[in-house]
T-cell receptor, first 113, second 115 residues
Framework: AQTVTQSQPEMSVQEAETVTLSCTYDTSESDYYLFWYKQPPSRQMILVIRQEAYKQQNATENRFSVNFQKAAKSFSLKISDSQLGDAAMYFCAYRSITDKLIFGTGTRLQVFP | GAGVSQSPSNKVTEKGKDVELRCDPISGHTALYWYRQRLGQGLEFLIYFQGNSAPDKSGLPSDRFSAERTGESVSTLTIQRTQQEDSAVYLC?????????????FGPGTRLTVT
């Protein structure tokens, strides 16, 4: 069975600085998708970024980028120029081609002015 | 357009009572998912529906949990004889179809508290 591990329960960053959130996963599949979701206090899950496993190029969305290491089964999220609005729970998630999402336990990110 | 909606937003019930949670997916989305999020934890998959196919119920924790979906519209998650360990936020999501290519859009969730 696939598993997703987030080893950092909490992280903090100064406004305008850069922070990296870690995620590792375990799977025997070769094709799959990886995601980072943001969950603010409103509970609404918001997709931040996604990565297709067959793509070697790391995904980027504005200030958010990933470091996808397929052989190491690692998928970290880098947030550049952190903003107060980035404060939230961040969940890493795995999904095979046609199946449900499997989530990690989350990392709470605090952003200090 | 409208996103995924869920009702009620919050529900407090006594142990042993039955509860129904409702999810209205985005119009045209054939896939619908239910997840449970216990306090301080990630999301656990419960069940998903894809069009007229048989649902994947592999995540339902016990036979007290069931869900229905009418065609490609509303879904109801029912918990019978609620227990305190059922207290959690129940999140619903929908996507165009089951393929991982399509983003899952989440509703705001229903916070269930069993006293």
């Amino acid at each position: 069975a696939q598993t997703v591990t987030q080893s950092q329960p909490e992280m903090s960053v100064q406004e305008a600085e850069t922070v990296t959130l870690s995620c590792t996963y375990d799977t025997s599949e070769s094709d799959y998708y990886l995601f980072w979701y943001k969950q603010p206090p409103s509970r609404q899950m918001i997709l931040v970024i996604r990565q297709e496993a067959y793509k070697q190029q790391n995904a980027t969305e504005n200030r958010f980028s990933v470091n996808f290491q397929k052989a190491a089964k690692s998928f970290s999220l880098k947030i550049s120029d952190s903003q107060l609005g980035d404060a939230a729970m961040y969940f890493c998630a795995y999904r095979s081609i046609t199946d449900k999402l499997i989530f990690g336990t989350g990392t709470r990110l605090q952003v200090f002015p | 357009g409208a996103g995924v909606s869920q009702s009620p937003s919050n529900k407090v019930t006594e142990k042993g009572k039955d509860v129904e949670l409702r999810c209205d997916p985005i119009s045209g989305h054939t896939a619908l998912y239910w997840y449970r999020q216990r306090l301080g934890q990630g999301l656990e998959f419960l069940i998903y529906f894809q069009g007229n196919s048989a649902p994947d119920k592999s995540g339902l924790p016990s036979d007290r949990f069931s869900a229905e979906r009418t065609g490609e519209s509303v879904s109801t998650l029912t918990i019978q004889r609620t227990q305190q360990e059922d207290s959690a936020v129940y999140l619903c999501a929908s996507s165009l179809d089951i393929s991982g290519y399509y983003e899952q859009y989440f509703g705001p969730g229903t916070r269930l508290t069993v006293t």
